[in-house]
């Protein structure tokens, strides 16, 4: 467990440090986050001095100063099949429950037949009317944090035993 644990933390800091292969761009979805507030538009302009993004379709801009940037991230697009796709289970999973129930009470019936046409009549469409519910839904954004903005934080904490400790956060 000692070792296993310091490897962990190792593959976790390298994913996190290479997750942004390639430099931001104007035109990039960014999220900044400042003193707790979370921003987010498209990059319009990044130099050490000042961050520029635009909101709501260019109508407005903001300006940040990097210092009091605590975190950017990069919004890259999910897949709109995503949505499609947990629609269409969900959708399944209800015309799935819907026949069971119907089943349930099917004392003198034939299995296979009600089975058959409860996945006929139950299972496709909701499944379908799921997925294309799944398509209708907006498709968000996966957020990663850009490691050159990623900064550390240092606390000196008291412990109990008349001593301090030394927190590092990220």
């Given at each position: 467990?000692?070792?296993?644990l310091?490897?962990?933390?190792?593959?976790?800091?390298?994913?996190?440090?290479?997750?942004?292969?390639?430099?931001l761009?104007?035109?990039?979805?960014?999220?900044?986050?400042?003193?707790?507030?979370?921003?987010?538009?498209?990059?319009?302009?990044?130099?050490?001095?000042?961050?520029?993004?635009?909101?709501?379709?260019?109508?407005?801009?903001?300006?940040?100063?990097?210092?009091?940037?605590?975190?950017?991230?990069?919004?890259?697009?999910?897949?709109?099949?995503?949505?499609?796709?947990?629609?269409?289970?969900?959708?399944?999973?209800?015309?799935?429950?819907?026949?069971?129930y119907?089943?349930?009470?099917?004392?003198?019936?034939?299995?296979?037949?009600?089975?058959?046409?409860?996945?006929?009549?139950?299972?496709?469409?909701?499944?379908?009317?799921?997925?294309?519910?799944?398509?209708?839904?907006?498709?968000?954004?996966?957020?990663?944090?850009?490691?050159?903005?990623a900064?550390?934080?240092?606390?000196?904490?008291?412990?109990?035993?008349?001593?301090?400790?030394?927190?590092?956060?990220?």
């Open positions: 467990m000692r070792v296993i310091p490897l962990l933390l190792v593959l976790i800091c390298q994913e996190t440090t290479t997750q942004l292969a390639r430099p761009t104007p035109g990039d979805v960014v999220r900044v986050s400042v003193g707790g507030k979370k921003v987010s538009g498209v990059l319009e302009h990044l130099s050490p001095s000042r961050l520029i993004i635009s909101r709501r379709g260019g109508r407005s801009t903001l300006q940040f100063d990097p210092n009091t940037i605590s975190r950017l991230e990069l919004g890259t697009p999910r897949s709109p099949w995503r949505n499609v796709g947990i629609g269409m289970a969900v959708g399944a999973a209800a015309g799935v429950a819907t026949t069971l119907i089943v349930r009470d099917c004392v003198d019936c034939m299995g296979g037949l009600v089975i058959y046409g409860g996945a006929t009549y139950f299972v496709l469409p909701l499944a379908l009317a799921g997925g294309l519910i799944g398509a209708l839904l907006p498709d968000g954004h996966r957020w990663r944090i850009v490691p050159a903005l900064r550390p934080r240092t606390q000196l904490l008291p412990t109990k035993a008349a001593g301090l400790a030394l927190r590092v956060t990220f």
